[in-house]
């Protein structure tokens, strides 16, 4: 019964809540200065670094950070914890902290009878996994924000989400909950202990699953992405894309194991299964790209559509959400050739460069849903910083508003009427979401303008409408430094800057894409890495520190820090070429195992297990907003096996083996939880992962081209190493790590500036030495794909 309800909870995604009017009716009653750490005295949160913790830093609660100071006080006092989790863009944490936390009468009760603490779920997200998961898996759901009771010694007694502050549409207040356990501690104290006890047990148990052997079939895992495939599609949508119904929240890991699966049909000549699978896969991201989900003015996309057509968001924007949907279309670029979904990807990474990256490189972590609609305003509200009438739109763009209006379904009376889901409470009426309901390049011959010069007139007016935005009160940013997203938005920098080379010569790009050379990305995911490096990075020690705001945080790196940073350090090798970030990724490789392997059990834990406040340590395996560590650290092993020799390849293997097999049940019975590690598990069974040597002068056109050339189509089975023969150094890592690699940068014709040799199945190609040839000799097996799409 508790596997089931955890399962559940991790399949269903939160919805739009029913008492949003009510919410903001608290919100506009309270100043915009308290939502944020207004005026009134501080609490001990104003110490603290957390963007969330200070923005509670001036409520009248007697807020504590997680520690050992709260602990004792609440053990001293014996009285229980009340403890409250968030993040500073979380809607529902504002609402809350407005009709609570700021409320004296709620605030004498907290510090009355309980030791309050607050813990920011992105800086401390072990903490956050124990309680959410105890949450879930005791009422069926979970979200933010969590509040949950302990007892002294941290075991949970009760918990929920949000709260209203008092009784209503037939639930308790917040209030009422506070009194109701008061009296539950004062008379059934051991009944509540004890079953905070057993269910902390239960959870122990359950996820912190051991392997019952060394190793999965090879032969099961196709079977494993064709049943994730197969109960995808059965949730696809036809009419809007997407693989469920509203409200839709774009998990681009659902697109990953798509795209594997139509490779592998393609590679077995099933063209016509391959195609149905791409045009799922297409259709989703087109109707995405249009709709209001994606920011047409400022570029990137918000965290999920309220309605089924991927119209109305919610507002926030998350970093975890940038890097890996632009992955997603820069893959389909490959795939199919088509301009429209490397623009997107453009589009992304562009909003990140120019709205989410500081001073040294480093990349922010997500900006707010609410905002100010005016300077001096008394409250925020949602969706203000992006939302339109129709006259600011007359105003702005003169004789072209009509054409814009048109094209984007802007209204008068507001255009928010798609779905009986999009705005239930009028919120956004006489408000405009802009969408595309079209293509352009339908409405524009219908303009009776040809295709480049409409798409130029919309980007003139989305520049002009981005100018006026800009003057707007801006939504919150959440300046702090997480190395895990990081990692993904570094992955996606790293492999723009070779695969938009592929894209046609003189290609036009449109405001708010600003159409620079690919190579300027590559350089933002290495100062990215950089400042990792050198700013949350111990090189005595050789651990990472999990987030950094005016400093590293005091949690420690958890296992999805490790993993999805030493993704992003094998791409910027792969797709850049420095041996240094390889390197890197190696060293990381070897303290992830020291830190969270289980080598008796398999698999990987998420925490170190050395913080003794810390009551579970789990095997995550859930691929769902952001993928797991395992099915990401599963990825790498496999990744790091095809470059090294064979007794380093052996022992990572062995890894992987070990660790699917710790969730080889979940594999079989429920692929769709687990569609990354599906594709870790097949990736797994393929006799030999492919390798392109790249061997010559790296800095030369010629090699440069040659590696265009490797990424210019999609293959997830494959593995680049580049290799200078010339650098004393480079040839001294190979020597040592794989001397057949050594070998061939030896051996290759010293007078020819680059040679590439493909290897698979235990044999190598002929060497070759143009880019034609290459892209002919890594595409000869697989079908053309872009042209029936």
């Known amino acids: 019964m508790l596997s089931t309800l955890l399962l559940r909870h991790r399949l269903a995604a939160p919805t739009r809540s029913p008492l949003r009017l009510a919410a903001a009716a608290a919100m506009s009653s309270s100043s915009s200065s308290s939502a944020h750490g207004g005026p009134g005295k501080p609490n001990r949160l104003a110490a603290e670094h957390s963007p969330y913790l200070l923005q509670h830093a001036h409520n009248p ?131 509540l ?47 809007f894309g997407g693989f469920g119904s509203a409200p839709k929240f774009p998990r681009p890991v659902e697109d990953c194991i798509m795209l594997y699966k139509f490779r592998k049909h393609m590679e077995a000549r099933r063209e016509s299964e391959g195609q149905n699978i791409l045009k799922m896969v297409t259709h989703t991201l087109q109707c995405m790209a249009r709709g209001g989900v994606h920011d047409h003015v400022g570029g990137g996309f918000h965290r999920y559509s309220v309605d089924e057509c991927w119209h109305v968001p919610h507002f926030e924007k998350m970093l975890y959400d940038q890097g890996q949907i632009a992955n997603v279309y820069l893959d389909t670029f490959l795939i199919t050739g088509d301009e429209c979904y490397s623009s997107v990807a ?120 981005f100018d006026v935005r800009s003057k707007r009160p801006r939504p919150h940013l959440d300046d702090k430094v997480i190395v895990s997203w990081n990692g993904l938005a570094i992955s996606a920098f790293a492999r723009a800057s070779q695969i938009l080379k592929s894209g046609s010569i003189g290609t036009r790009f449109y405001f708010p894409v600003t159409g620079c050379h690919p190579i300027e990305y590559l350089q933002v995911a290495e100062k990215a890495a950089t400042f990792i490096k050198q700013k949350l990075y111990d090189a005595s020690s050789k651990r990472l520190h999990h987030s950094y705001r005016n400093g590293p945080a005091k949690a420690p790196g958890f296992l999805d820090d490790y993993a999805f940073l030493i993704n992003g350090l094998l791409d910027i090798y792969e797709y850049g070429g420095k041996t240094e970030w390889l390197l890197w990724a190696v060293q990381l490789q070897v303290i992830q195992d020291q830190l969270f392997l289980d080598r008796q059990g398999g698999g990987y834990f998420n925490t170190p297990g050395e913080d003794p406040s810390v009551l579970l340590r789990v095997k ?111 040839m001294g890592f190979w020597e040592s790590n794989n001397a057949n690699i050594a070998q061939m940068a030896r051996s290759s014709p010293p007078e020819k500036l680059v040679v590439a040799h493909v290897c698979q199945d235990f044999k190598c190609s002929p060497p070759v030495t143009s880019p034609g040839a290459l892209r002919e000799l890594l595409n000869k097996t697989v079908a053309t794909a872009g042209s029936s799409v």
Request: aromatic share 10%.
């Open 620 to 730: 995550e395996d859930y691929d769902g907003a952001e993928p797991s560590g395992n099915s990401m650290a599963a990825i790498n092993l496999i990744r790091l096996s095809s470059i090294f020799d064979a007794a380093k390849s052996e022992g990572y293997k062995r890894n992987v083996e070990h660790l699917l097999a710790v969730f080889e049940t979940r594999l079989r019975e429920l692929g769709i939880a687990l569609p990354l590690m599906c594709c870790a598990a097949d990736m797994l069974s393929v006799p030999s992962r492919k390798q392109v040597v790249l061997v010559g002068d790296k800095g030369s056109t010629e090699f440069q081209d040659m590696v265009a050339a490797t990424f210019s189509s999609y293959d997830p089975n494959r593995t680049v190493i580049q290799i200078d023969p010339r650098n004393t150094e480079e």
């Open 193 to 239: 202990e004890q079953a905070g006890n057993v269910v902390i047990e239960q959870l122990r148990d359950a996820l912190s699953a051991k392997a019952t052997s060394q190793d999965v079939p090879n032969d099961v895992a196709v079977v494993y992405v064709d049943t994730c495939v197969e109960k995808l599609a059965s949730n696809y949508d036809p009419k």
């Open 346 to 465: 453009r589009d992304i990474l562009d909003y990140l460069r120019r709205d989410m990256i500081g001073e040294e490189g480093e990349i922010f972590s997500a900006e707010d849903a609410d905002s100010s609609e005016y300077e001096g305003a008394p409250r925020k509200k949602e969706g203000s910083f992006y939302v339109w009438t129709s006259k600011e739109i007359e105003d702005t763009l003169g004789e072209d508003a009509e054409l814009f209006k048109n094209h984007y379904y802007v209204k008068s009376s507001g255009n928010c009427d798609l779905s009986g889901m999009s705005d239930p409470h009028n919120e956004f009426s006489g408000k405009n979401v802009l969408i595309e309901r079209k293509p352009g390049s339908l409405v524009a011959s219908k303009s009776g303008k040809s295709v480049d010069e409409y798409s130029q007139i919309l980007g003139d007016c989305r520049q002009k409408l």
């Open 61 to 191: 609660v007697d807020w504590y950070p997680w520690g050992d100071e709260a602990f004792e006080k609440a053990r001293k006092m014996d009285v229980p914890i009340f403890l409250s989790i968030g993040y500073s863009t979380c809607h529902w944490c504002h609402v809350m902290e407005v009709e609570s936390f700021e409320n004296e009468e709620v605030a004498k009760i907290l510090n009355d009878w309980f030791v309050s603490i607050k813990v920011d779920r992105e800086e401390r997200p072990d903490v956050d996994k124990v309680y959410m998961t105890y949450v879930s898996a005791l009422y069926g759901g979970g979200g933010w924000p969590l509040s949950v009771f302990l007892s002294p010694n941290l075991k949970p007694l009760m918990g929920g989400t949000y709260f209203p502050p008092d009784d209503k549409y037939g639930r308790p207040g917040f209030k009422t909950v506070l009194r109701r356990v008061k009296e539950a501690w004062e008379t059934k104290r051991d009944a």
